[in-house]
């Protein structure tokens, strides 16, 4: 083949273009997130504002939420993100395995404006989300009042869906089991009192489908695989509101936890992240979430920023914090490996 | 017994042990036979090295040091040096001496101001669930310094529990055989002998019995199907062979999730077979299929199905026609001439399907997580779980050791029964 002149050409207007590209977006951001209509509303929240006001391009990547995928990164050092979110549970563990960075906050926000719990070293809060019973009112007979009301087969028959992992489903147990919401952790942490949950879960054990992913629930209720499920109320309000799906969300007893965001151990752009941390920080910006996915902000500051038809599908809108329990980080991070372990014996049994 | 000979390929090499008169000449011959053998050997290796030498880099280490964590766990014995060396003249019963207790205060405040006491709480709290809550705490008063380190370490209760110090001190010993005894359902008892943990806590030898036996129950329903599907491409015209061997290929070239995936819409409580066997009357009310062992058996033996059968018609395609005839026409019924002439034959493609089949069960992984309900889950998706999730990679080795071990014991009978030369794998 004969190179002419005019492929010269279009040869050397092709390398320029490619070297103006990368000149035009010096400055990138690798963010993995899990995805999924959440990961779409932080895309129109605040990757796409982020980068038009920096200039900062947004590299965007998907994962489960498993922390072995950054372990492996940051274990062979070749950490091509810059920032991961992760589950509260999951950041203590991180934190403790050394594969995230210790945060300084004096480069993002004032600790003390965040919710309590939703500031730690190693992951700065994003969200808060509620862990809520949902139905549907054309299949299920009757409206329940609590998220403790899965446990009562006699009023509401049929199958129901709980998450695969003891954690919520433990704390559930205990509080129909008579444990007062503040008590739970107290007895939780003690052998009898793990006991006593899992002789709860065992009266409803062969009603219980269980589900794994987030998407889960409202395609299990969706599909009348069960009447009633627990899941994220994101998930649910999101069926509700794009899908026109019947489904109601019960909000007493609901589990509050919070979604987060951290910088793993050898990330490249250090700074170009803790711009970031520092820009969805603030509360305006922190309450814009909330327009995109029923998820609060976490800024005690951010309640006057949210949208007013936001507010009262947020898990933290004054309404649903009748009767709630907070998921406690630190029991996790020392029972957690046990209580999947127990669990997991359980279920095979 | 003309068909139970062995056919060409598995015929023994031609002998090079000339018994001939002269055998000083022949003796001479062999060793000069041997010599250019061994010469063709090691040009052949050569030609092989870059390969092996890629497997050994990319496949052999890897696994090799993966799987050494299941018994090589030195984080606690790294973390506590001056502990260890207390704990030496421990008789391992009862509490140690102030010494111990001093030395660990020690090493943990070496450990915090190295910034490695989050990890040694993490392993620690991977044997002896609770203690990163209690060894956290106990570094904090250690720092504030108040108190002597004694006394911070004595007013802790946790470190006087009983079962706390042969804990540590197994911990300092860094090949450790707690992780594979683990897997096991075992541990060490207070007298140093070994037995079964409490059975609210035994989960491993059930899963384990589990994956064997979803993996003989696909293994067997594939052969159930696979085998007259086999016969019958073998003995159509060609044409129509050909079609029917991309009927059965093609579902063998979707991804294995798409297959999985599809198979829970036919699955599901009002999905296609529940319809199905509704609108028959062969069911009276909708069956749960989703989330069960009959569900993940289905959508398993539909995905090995290819496996199986792929070896067996290889076989059977090689066998003549004109033997069955020969059988007949010296007097053996149908069905003897079938079990003494053709089956013989078949029996290495069988052996090698079933094989097959039955090893790539043993790793499933996305099927049970999909299709199967909460006691259908197999030894891959517990070790994807301490890999992902746990992050306790030690245990993870720890189980696929074993299922190696078992996997490899497994193949190393199928080979004792058969002979691994008469494997036919395609």
New interface residues.
Partial sequence: MKITKARLFAFAAATAFITMGNAAFADELSIMASGGAWQDAQRKAWFEPFSKETGIKIVEQEY?G????V?AMVDTGNVPIDLVTVETATVL?G????ILERLDYSKIAPREKFIEGSALDCGVGLDAYGDILAYDPNVLKGAPTSVLDIFDTTKFPGKRAMR?FPAQNLEWALMADGVAPADVYEVL?TPEGVDRA?KKLDTIKKD???W?AGAQPPQLLA???VVMTTAWNGRIQNAIDKDGAPFKIVWNNQILEYDMIAIPKGAKSPDLAYKYLAYISQPEINARLASYITYGPVRIDAASFVAPDALPKLPNAPDHLTAYLVADT?FW???G??L???F?????? | MSALEPTKLDQPRPSRDWSAADTGTAKSVAAALRRADLGDRLRSLALAAPLLVLLALSFGIPIVLLLSRAVYDPTIANALPQTSQALRGWNGTGLPDDAAFLALAADLRSNQAK??A??L??SL??RL??A??QMLKTVRQLEAADRPPLEVMKAVPFWSAPGTWPVIESGTHSVTSFYLLSALDLRWNADGGIERVPP????FV??FM?TFFVAAAVMLATLVLGFPLAYLIASVPKGLAAVLIVAVLLPFWTSILVRTAAWTVLL???GLVNDLLLWLGAADDRLDL??SRIGLIIAMTHIQLPFTLLPIYSVMRTIQPSQMKAAYSLGAKPFTAFRRVYLPQVFPGVMAGCLLTFILCLGYYITP?LIG???D?LISN?IA?Y??????WEMAAALSFILLVFTLALFGIFARILGLDRLKLV
């Fill in positions: 489960l498993d922390l072995g995928k372990k563990q934190c403790d395995a050394g695969k942490a899992f219980i489908v269980w794994d599909s009348k695989e630190e991070g020392d029972y490996e046990d999947v372990k127990r997991n014996a359980w279920l095979a049994q | 910034g490695t989050y990890e709480a993490k709290n991977a669930p609770g990163r809550s609210e806590q035994a989960i059930q899963v589990r599901q409580k009002f989703m989330y997580a309900g909460a006691s889950q517990f779980s890999v992902n999730v746990e992050l306790n």
